[in-house]
């Protein structure tokens, strides 16, 4: 599995900004991919996960209410709607994949498969 993220860019606080993680080598049924985040001086973090499925769907707490990830089967990638950005949002943001299972889902160890990273700054 190759995973190709994209999306990152500058944005003022308070505005939106919408990430892309394409998935190649073959088709996602039966995994979940992730999105997790570094920023300077800081350990990778849990963002977001969804199953291919869509059936179930992970966030972390300090982006409930403001991001959204979503997948689209056909063109096999998974989306990171992004809102009311706030200053601390600012970091690499890598997109991941993991065949499913119930444990370990907000754990980067537990990905297999990364994308590159796409930064994301938002200035205050």
């Known amino acids: 599995v190759q995973l190709q993220a994209s999306g990152g860019g500058l944005v003022q606080a308070g505005g939106s900004r919408r990430l892309y993680c394409a998935a190649s080598g073959r088709t996602l049924g039966g995994y979940v991919v992730g999105w997790f985040r570094q920023a300077p001086g800081k350990e990778r973090e849990f963002v977001a996960a969804?199953?291919?499925?869509?059936?179930?769907?992970y966030y972390a707490d300090s982006v409930k209410g403001r991001f959204t990830i979503s997948r689209d089967n056909a063109k096999n990638t998974v989306y990171l709607q992004m809102n009311i950005l706030k200053p601390e949002d600012t970091a690499v943001y890598y997109c991941a994949a993991r065949i499913y299972s119930r444990s370990g889902m907000v754990e980067p160890q537990m990905y297999a498969y990364w994308g590159q990273g796409t930064l994301v700054t938002v200035s205050s």
């Open positions: 969804i199953t291919w499925s869509g059936t179930s769907i």
